[in-house]
């Protein structure tokens, strides 16, 4: 059986294109930046004495996913603030639910011009006895209040906007995404 394959490096440009957002994908994509940031700052290191002097080539991250795993995601948003090497995202396609904190994470932030993006509460699905349900109930209120302290972290929506805006699923266009902060701007 082959692989399908959802990571390719070409350059200094990552695309990240994946059905679902799970461990594997993630741990694929974290394994590319960091490898990547190697190979440019070794690069870089033989041009000048002063590594804080050498030339800054940024990484590009191309996204296009339904979204998944929620923590998963985080822990590649995580990673990607610990990168040296700065790291920029472009949407491409649809980029939605856990993909947009992998997007939302980045330096600078673009979209292209027939992108759409979708945020949305938490979704989960559960079943088990009455107290393994009040254990689920209040790892989604923490799953649920993490998710939206990222949101006002990382755009220019105010709690209330925000709050209203996660109760539905709706998908946003270039200038939407621009306007509300999720993006920095237009891929042109």
């Known amino acids: 059986?082959?692989?399908?394959?959802t990571i390719q490096t070409i350059d200094n440009h990552i695309y990240f294109y994946t059905?679902?957002?799970?461990?594997?994908?993630?741990?694929?994509?974290?394994?590319?930046?960091?490898?990547?940031?190697?190979?440019?700052?070794?690069?870089?290191?033989?041009y000048?004495?002063?590594?804080?002097?050498m030339p800054v080539t940024p990484i590009w991250l191309h996204v296009s996913s339904p979204g998944g795993f929620l923590y998963f995601a985080f822990s590649v948003?995580?990673?990607?603030?610990?990168?040296?090497?700065?790291?920029?995202?472009?949407?491409?396609?649809?980029?939605?639910?856990?993909?947009?904190?992998?997007?939302?994470?980045?330096?600078?932030?673009?979209?292209?011009?027939?992108?759409?993006?979708?945020?949305?509460?938490?979704?989960?699905?559960?079943?088990?006895?009455?107290?393994?349900?009040?254990?689920?109930?209040?790892?989604?209120?923490?799953?649920?209040?993490?998710l939206i302290d990222f949101y006002k972290r990382n755009t220019k929506l105010s709690g209330k906007k925000l709050s209203n805006l996660l109760k539905r699923d709706m998908l946003f266009n270039a200038k939407e995404c621009i306007k509300m902060g999720f993006v920095d701007e237009l891929m042109v």
């Open 48 to 53: 000048s004495l002063y590594k804080d002097k």
């Open 77 to 146: 948003a995580d990673n990607i603030k610990q990168i040296k090497t700065p790291i920029y995202s472009v949407v491409e396609g649809s980029c939605a639910s856990s993909a947009t904190v992998i997007t939302m994470s980045c330096k600078k932030r673009f979209i292209q011009p027939s992108a759409v993006m979708l945020v949305h509460q938490l979704q989960t699905r559960t079943e088990g006895k009455f107290e393994e349900l009040k254990d689920d109930m209040r790892n989604s209120e923490l799953a649920m209040q993490s």
């Open 19 to 46: 059905d679902f957002i799970d461990n594997e994908s993630c741990l694929n994509l974290i394994r590319s930046i960091r490898e990547l940031d190697n190979d440019l700052r070794n690069k870089f290191a033989n």
């Open 1 to 5: 059986m082959t692989e399908k394959v």
